[in-house]
Each structure stands twice: as C-alpha cells, then as structure tokens.
C-alpha cells in the first residue's frame, strides 16, 4: 500500500514543486519506488523540468478518458522514479480540468489501478486552497506543508493547517500532517530568520531538514534538471532533500508502527 503525500501552500512561488521533485528523487534513491503526480493546471513539474507544454500526455488524457493511466506515465533516468505528468492542457480548458479533478473520488479512482506499484505517491499542487489542493488532501495519507522563510508566512501557514484539519475531521480521517518544511531559509537574514523563529516558537511539526535559498536549486530549475543532476561538485543542496526524506520516513514508519511520542525517565550521567 503506498503512502500518498500531498505538497501545499497557500502561498505561489515558494518552491512546492521544487519540493516535490527532490523529495521524490531523494525517496527514490533510497530505495522508495516513488511516483510524483502534477496536479498543477500550471504543469509544474514539466516546467520545472524544462518539458514544452503539451510534450507530455498525462492526467488531463486520462481524465478525458482518452488514455490509461499506466500509459501516460514517464519513467525517469533514476530507476525507481516516475512522473505522472499533467498532460495536454488548453488554458482555456483549466476550469474543466480542474472539474474534472475535484470531482468526489476521482482522484483516487485514477491513482488506486497504478498506485500498487509505488511505495510513496507525492502530490504537487497549485498554490492557493482551492478545489484541486482540497481534492488532493481528501485522497491523502499525508500533508506536508512548504513555508516560505519571509515575513508574513505565518499568516498562510495557518490557514493551510486549518484546511489540513477541516479535512481530516470531515471527509479523510486518515490525513495527518507530515510537517512543516522551510524553504528559501536565509539565517543571515534579518526577515528570514525572524520568521524562522516565529514558526520554531509558535507551530509544532516543524522539519529540521530546512531547505536554504540557493543560486543552485534555482539554476537547476532553469535548467530542467534536480540539482543534484547538474554537472560538477554535488551542491551541498542535494543533501538536503536526502535528509528530507529520511525525516519524512521517520514519521511515517513512527506513524505506522503506531509510536507516539518518545518519552523516558530521568537518568544520572555520573
Ligand atoms: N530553495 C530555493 N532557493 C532558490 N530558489 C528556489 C528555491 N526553491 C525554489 N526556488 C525557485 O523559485 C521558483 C519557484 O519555485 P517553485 O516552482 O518550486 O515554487 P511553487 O511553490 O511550486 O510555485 P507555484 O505556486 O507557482 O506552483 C523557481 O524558479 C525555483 O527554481
Ligand atoms: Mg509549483
């Protein structure tokens, strides 16, 4: 049975799909088969794998009944990855599409037939709280919610744990948060850092794994490519998402062996 994580922000631009595209090479390479999914009308992950838009059939020609689902996925250069694009999509046809997506159990109808194949399913969405990050939350296991190191991010934060928790009281009790990632951290900056005090001090689930602001990811991203697939020394960057992944396994194993928090009893050193 895979494990279905949904990537969310309220917030656009704060690097959701750069997320979900490293976490999902990074589980990979760990020996996860792991399938990202681009829920973006925007067709993230092609974009940011420098694809021309419509160079790839994906969900919208399964939606429309027009393809398989297993047909439409791209196997990818590491042997445990696959991309489950958004496929060919008019931006006059966006409002159908997304219709299409937030239609009650649609979502999971279309993953369940391919899912036995991976271990790990990522979701990336579009920005904002609307019908497909909802429909995409009421079909998962796991939210994981990126915040963006700058003023004013608590604000969204909160809204998007406040969906994360209508969900899971009403239509998906199987939703849990799977924490908190900080992206675009820069400590030696005075706005960046206060709002990563703001998030340690206020909200729980916060990852250790903070992914900084770095010249690498965005140039990988120009490129087309995961940072650690660009040519020369591994930017530090890549090491990031590895210890991402074995964070976010660690709560899910915890989360499944059903551990609740670890406490123990005070001891003597000498
Ligand atoms: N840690 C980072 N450091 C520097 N640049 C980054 C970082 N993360 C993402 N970027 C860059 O910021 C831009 C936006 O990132 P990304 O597309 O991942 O955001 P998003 O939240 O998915 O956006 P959208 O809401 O439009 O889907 C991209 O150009 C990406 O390369
Ligand atoms: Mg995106």
Redesign the pocket.
């Known amino acids: 049975m895979s494990e279905r994580i949904v990537v969310t922000?309220p917030k656009?631009?704060?690097?959701?799909?750069?997320?979900a595209l490293h976490l999902g090479l990074a589980l990979a390479e760990r020996g996860m088969r792991t399938l990202i999914v681009d829920l973006?009308p925007?067709g993230?992950i092609g974009l940011?794998l420098a694809k021309r838009d419509g160079e790839w059939r994906g969900l919208v020609d399964v939606l429309a009944g027009e393809a398989q689902c297993a047909e439409v996925v791209v196997r990818t250069n590491e042997p445990r990855l696959a991309i489950l694009p958004r496929g060919r999509l008019d931006p006059i046809e966006v409002p159908s599409f997304e219709d299409a997506v937030r239609t009650r159990g649609a979502l999971d109808a279309l993953l369940r037939p391919i899912e036995d194949a991976f271990d790990r399913v990522i979701l990336?969405t579009?920005?904002g709280l609307g019908g497909i990050t909802r429909a995409a939350l009421g079909a998962a296991d796991w939210a994981l919610v990126?915040f963006k190191a700058e003023p004013l991010a608590m604000r969204s934060i909160q809204q998007v744990l406040r969906v994360i928790e209508h969900v899971r009281e009403g239509e998906r009790p199987e939703l849990s948060l799977l924490g908190i990632v900080p992206?675009?951290v820069e400590l030696s900056k005075e706005h960046s850092q206060s709002s990563m005090v703001a998030l340690w001090t206020e909200l729980e689930g916060v990852l250790d794994a903070a992914?900084?602001?770095?010249?690498a990811?965005?140039r990988a991203?120009q490129l087309g490519v995961p940072v650690s697939y660009l040519g020369g020394r591994l930017p530090p960057e890549a090491r990031r998402f590895a210890q991402l992944a074995d964070e976010i396994e660690g709560v899910i194993h915890a989360s499944r062996r059903g551990d609740g928090i670890e406490t123990r009893e005070q001891r003597a050193l000498v």
């Open positions: 922000s656009g631009g704060v690097g959701k799909t750069t997320v973006d925007q993230g940011s990336d579009p920005s990126v992206t675009m992914i900084p602001r770095s010249d990811l965005a991203s």
